[in-house]
């Protein structure tokens, strides 16, 4: 008897890929078995990323989210989003936010979906813990890490997500302190210059 | 009327700076005023780095600790320790622990003592997160990125704990797979390739 709610004749919508982006990932096997893991494509992780980026949109936060998938299985092992706002946590990223998710594992047959390019700070964690390949969804709000992570033998592709670039431009246009805050910390914010 | 627990005239032994390291940061005010804090030196300070380091050797982990002051009051403003066990956490070093216990202030202000040199990943936040002092405990474990942190205009200082040192060390003869993996993850350890 199939349990899960979807099977390998569901159709792979936004909803569905929305379902997966909110459920919590120790609950996943709720949702899909391993044969439907499998039917999801490199394009869909990244729209999962993209729909946590919305998540954090409608939180009030910084709209960046990620997804961390066994390499052979396609099975979800981590994700995320940005929760400096949420949490008022100095550092947790998309990606930060997806590693702490999936704990103690070996990343070393992992990818990581990003929903936007990696900062200093989490480029240096996805090498540090051994990420065999990382997919990047926006490269044309900010750039520039996707060398560092190649030279140290990462796997980068990019796959580049219009919907989640066009998010994070509203977001950057609607609160570019905040964004500043998120880069280069309070320090490097107008905030602090009037204080 | 003084309401806290330490006053002037209290000496600053190791049971005091034991305690200062377990209180929660936000109840630290139900332990001392500030003009306590003004009399805690930057020995102190580090001891209270290495006591939180012991204290997470005592919870079965990675003996690291960190603590953030505020440069001019010398208030504490984040601590913590590395979680690597305790939460299962990949990455909280001593230094995210402390930085995500200070939560969204300015760091450019505040002086980060950590118990052992930083890694890789903890470096970049430091810089990326503006501080604008780093104390360091032991260079004698590990060393490395003081360098890095110089050239991005941070004061580094080495105040070398022994105590400190001697714990790092024994841990390291007692659990040589579990240091290895809290600097270079799951992907670089026996573990792994015994799988």
Known sequence: MNTTLFDKDTAITESVLNTIAHMPTTSLPVLMADDFAHR????????????????????GGCPIGAVIIDNSTRCILG?????????????????TSAIRDAGRI?????????SLSPCDVCATLLYMRGFSRVVVGDITSASGNEALLRSKG?????????????LYARFRAEQPQLELEDWRGVAATDAKKEN
């Open 40 to 59: 999801l494509s490199d394009r869909d992780f990244m729209r999962i990323a993209v729909l946590l980026a919305h998540k954090g949109y409608n939180e």
């Open 79 to 95: 994700k995320g989003h940005n929760t400096l706002v949420q949490e008022s946590h100095p550092y947790n990223h998309g990606e």
């Open 106 to 114: 070996d990343f070393s047959h992992t990818t990581l979906f990003t």
């Open 154 to 166: 990462i796997q980068v592709d990019i796959l580049e997500d219009l919907n989640g670039i066009e």
